[in-house]
T-cell receptor
Framework: KAGVTQTPRYLIKTRGQQVTLSCSPISGHRSVSWYQQTPGQGLQFLFEYFSETQRNKGNFPGRFSGRQFSNSRSEMNVSTLELGDSALYLC????????????FGNGTRLTVT | AQSVTQLGSHVSVSEGALVLLRCNYSSSVPPYLFWYVQYPNQGLQLLLKYTSAATLVKGINGFEAEFKKSETSFHLTKPSAHMSDAAEYFCAVSEGGATNKLIFGTGTLLAVQP
């Protein structure tokens, strides 16, 4: 089975621009979550989608948004980029709830200049 | 609210020595606990999970962890460190309910000296 695939692996953007990151979950997994990883804040939960509906949301500004398609693929969008948005963005999928482990992709490294 | 605390942001051991990475949790419900490992420029890989079955959980690569409710701990151990174990290790607790949200500790960077 193919793992979680995130594209692109690396992105460089300028302040004020917007960016869209993509995630393809493991086949059959209907839950997709997004995390932001930075040296200062560690791993922080952004949001979770299940069957095209946002099921949970972290404490991030409205500039961060996401969506999930009928094939479970997910995208996250960050508008009006700030320098502090530079981070590794990780996507994870799972086929269950709670006790089912998350399967992570290799992430998208976003650099905002 | 659930939380995890990892004591020691950096741990250094010699090759062949015992690895002990500490994790304490706080949870208002019986917790689901996880250990993940992250190698440079990669995502997180599941090492093991505790879901209230056995208190001693065996994972991949020779790692294991023991759930101790009285100490609210879930420490990760490996009897003999290998150079390939050098990585960052994260303890996490599930928020619970109808969600897959994980709350992560701040991570422990493990260095293995030859």
């Amino acid at each position: 089975k193919a793992g979680v695939t995130q594209t692109p692996r690396y992105l460089i953007k300028t302040r004020g621009q917007q960016v869209t990151l993509s995630c393809s979950p493991i086949s059959g997994h209907r839950s997709v979550s997004w995390y932001q990883q930075t040296p200062g804040q560690g791993l922080q939960f952004l949001f979770e989608y299940f069957s095209e509906t946002q099921r949970n949301k972290g404490n991030f500004p409205g500039r961060f948004s996401g969506r999930q398609f009928s094939n479970s693929r997910s995208e996250m969008n960050v508008s009006t980029l700030e320098l502090g948005d530079s981070a590794l963005y990780l996507c994870a999928s799972t086929g269950g709830t709670g006790q089912s482990p998350l399967h992570f992709g290799n992430g998208t490294r976003l650099t905002v200049t | 609210a659930q939380s995890v605390t990892q004591l020691g942001s950096h741990v250094s051991v010699s090759e062949g020595a015992l690895v002990l990475l500490r994790c304490n949790y706080s949870s208002s419900v019986p917790p689901y606990l996880f250990w993940y490992v992250q190698y440079p420029n990669q995502g997180l890989q599941l090492l093991l999970k505790y879901t209230s079955a056995a208190t001693l959980v065996k994972g991949i690569n020779g790692f294991e962890a023991e759930f101790k409710k009285s100490e609210t701990s879930f420490h990760l151990t490996k009897p003999s460190a290998h150079m390939s174990d050098a990585a960052e290790y994260f303890c996490a607790v599930s928020e619970g309910g109808a969600t897959n949200k994980l709350i992560f500790g701040t991570g422990t960077l493990l260095a293995v000296q030859p």
